[in-house]
């Protein structure tokens, strides 16, 4: 077993580049210490080992962004991102930097060239990270930078203390509140251009987001799933294959299905496994376009290919990213030409589907 766990080290030290190892192999650590067996998590020590940083109403490189509550009964926040003023920008972060009060941002008239709105959900496993979690900052930053948008960041309640259905109720909620923002509201006709994006468990929120608003005939432009989560009862040829060997086991995504899932589900659930023997078909559904980013070097990688291939079942629009030789988590570091090519990837499609 030694000599097994050995060959998995040097075999992922020659794919993934040093400081993404050194990155998601401290959060691995981080996230063993927090898991306890009984099912319970260690929210105190996870707050105190979050990464965070703080909400800048003056420009950096450009962005700014700040933390606004659009749900006081349950605490929701989002963290919202977008391009500086030009002269926010000249000036910096500098004494003279011009700052858009809140109330001017949230209240600004519809803009007459279009631009999208990403809602973007955090990954985590629904249970790690936050909207203000570095990693996740950084992402959403480059996000509208490539876009020339706004991107609103949902805080949503993490599990195991809010399970099923809370995440998605938070995800709702911030499109609803998007839909109500005239600010949001672009081009001639005045739309809100709302696409929604996550990673990991933020990528399984906006789908089953995306699906509600089908169901509710609320339009939404586009679906970008980085390494969305989904799993299912019967193991997959990548999960048996992968297991253990870059950063992540099936023994972690079982626990954190467990974490999520209501007490007595099994992992056919309908929010685990959406196409599943208790999910439902899309067929006949104004359901969104999807760009589908995949690692194929991620355990999941077959159920995020069987996803995708289920949309295109349904006759719905579907494009897959596959990056074969990438790992979970390289969207977070622009080290790889995976990087680059899938924000590309992401540009064009934002800009494809705009109008």
Same mark, same amino acid.
């Given at each position: 077993m030694a000599g097994s766990d050995e060959v998995?080290?040097?075999?992922?030290?020659?794919? +993934?580049p040093l400081t993404t190892m050194v990155l998601i192999s401290n959060f691995k650590v981080a996230y063993n210490m927090l898991r306890r067996p009984d099912g319970t998590f260690d929210r105190d020590l996870a707050e105190f080992l979050d990464r965070r940083v703080p909400s800048n109403a003056r420009p950096v490189e450009g962005v700014?962004?700040?933390?606004?509550?659009?749900?006081?009964?349950?605490?929701?926040?989002v963290r919202i991102y977008r391009a500086a003023a030009a002269a926010d920008a000249d000036a910096g972060a500098g004494a003279a930097a011009v700052t858009l009060p809140i109330l001017e941002f949230?209240?600004?008239?519809?803009?007459?060239?279009?631009?999208?709105?990403?809602?973007?959900?955090?990954?985590?496993?629904?249970?790690?990270?936050s909207s203000s979690t570095a990693i996740y900052d950084h992402l959403c930053r480059r996000f509208v930078k490539l876009s020339k948008g706004v991107v609103v960041s949902v805080n949503y309640r993490r599990a195991p203390e809010h399970r099923y259905p809370a995440a998605y109720d938070?995800?709702?909620t911030a499109l609803k509140w998007?839909?109500?923002?005239?600010?949001?509201?672009?081009?001639?006709?005045?739309?809100? *251009?709302?696409f929604l994006s996550g990673d990991s468990s933020g990528g399984n929120i906006a789908h089953h987001v995306a699906a509600r608003a089908a169901d509710e005939g609320i339009k939404i432009y586009g679906n970008i799933l980085l390494n969305a989560m989904f799993g299912g009862n019967e193991r997959t040829e990548s999960? *048996?294959?992968?297991?253990?060997?870059?950063? +992540?086991?099936?023994?972690? *995504?079982?626990?954190y299905w467990k974490a999520y899932l209501p007490e007595d589900a099994d992992r056919d659930h309908p929010a685990c496994n959406p196409f599943g023997?208790?999910?439902?078909?899309? *067929?006949?559904?104004?359901f969104t376009k999807s760009l589908i980013i995949v690692s194929g070097l991620d355990l999941t990688c077959d159920r995020q290919l069987a996803y995708a291939e289920n949309l295109r079942e349904d006759g719905l629009d579907v494009k897959v990213v596959h990056r074969e030789k990438a790992t979970i988590g390289f969207y977070l570091l622009s080290n790889t030409d995976h990087y680059h090519e899938v924000m590309e990837e992401i540009s064009d499609f934002l800009q494809a589907n705009l109008l």
């Open positions: 998995n080290r040097n075999e992922c030290k020659t794919v +993934v700014s962004s700040f933390d606004h509550v659009i749900d006081q009964s349950v605490g929701l926040e949230l209240t600004g008239a519809p803009s007459p060239e279009p631009f999208p709105v990403i809602i973007f959900f955090h990954g985590g496993s629904f249970a790690h990270s938070d995800g709702w998007a839909l109500a923002q005239p600010w949001l509201r672009s081009g001639e006709s005045s739309q809100l *251009r709302v999960e *048996r294959r992968l297991d253990g060997k870059y950063f +992540v086991t099936l023994q972690d *995504r079982d626990w023997p208790n999910g439902r078909r899309l *067929r006949g559904l104004p």
